[in-house]
Every structure is written in C-alpha cells, then in structure tokens.
Nanobody, 124 residues
Framework: QVQLVESGGGLVQAGGSLRLSCAAS????????MAWFRQAPGKEREFVSFINWTGSLISYADSVKGRFTISRDNAKNTVALQMNSLKPEDTAVYYC?????????????????WGQGTQVTVSS
C-alpha cells in the first residue's frame, strides 16, 4: 500500500512559480513509477508528468513541457513538481499518483494510488 499527500498549491499570478510536493508512505515507494495529473473544473483529469522509479525516464504533457520539472527523492519518499511560467490555463487541482506496475503510462486508469489533490490557481 502507498499513501500519497500533496502540498504546495496556492494562488499565484501568471508568470509566477509554485513547487508541489507529494509525500508517500509505504516501504515500496522507491519501486513505483509516479505521475502528476491535473483536473480543471468541468474537465477530465489529464496527464501532466511522469517519472519512473530511478528517475531515468521522465516525460511531460506538451502543454507544460519546458515550464514544469518533475523530480523524486526515494530516500525521502517524495516527488516534486516545479512549475514555472505559470499560465491561467494551468489552474486545476493537481494530483500525485503511483502505479503498481513498472511501465510508462499517461492513462489515469494505470495508476493505483492517488493523493487528495492540491489546488493551483493562476490569476491573469
């Protein structure tokens, strides 16, 4: 079992930065691929970024590429999402997720464990 708790959301002006953090509990955290998703009001949950358990495979949605950076610290059981040059369209609830199976996926259904989400609001 893996439990995930996100933090770091808030209100920021366009062009600003936020750093989201996801704290995981569970002895096998280091073996789980992790991802960030987001969900804006009235929209489906969408993929933002992925990192495999070693950090050797990382990917981003086109909409955030070049602005967001994902990282993980297996010793501290944390995954972070550094978000720079934020835009109003980045406004959403951001979720941390972990997968049991060790393969790359951008699908919501591929992830078994989810945090409660943290709100990010970017004002114009």
């Amino acid at each position: 079992q893996v439990q995930l708790v996100e933090s770091g959301g808030g209100l920021v002006q366009a062009g600003g930065s936020l750093r989201l953090s996801c704290a995981a509990s569970g002895r096998t955290f280091s073996s789980h691929p992790m991802a960030w998703f987001r969900q804006a009001p009235g929209k489906e949950r969408e993929f933002v970024s992925f990192i495999n358990w070693t950090g050797s495979l990382i990917s981003y949605a086109d909409s955030v590429k070049g602005r967001f950076t994902i990282s993980r610290d297996n010793a501290k059981n944390t995954v972070a999402l550094q978000m720079n040059s934020l835009k109003p369209e980045d406004t959403a609830v951001y979720y941390c997720a972990a997968a049991s199976r060790n393969y790359y996926s951008e699908r919501v259904g591929s992830y078994d464990y989810w945090g409660q989400g943290t709100q990010v609001t970017v004002s114009s």
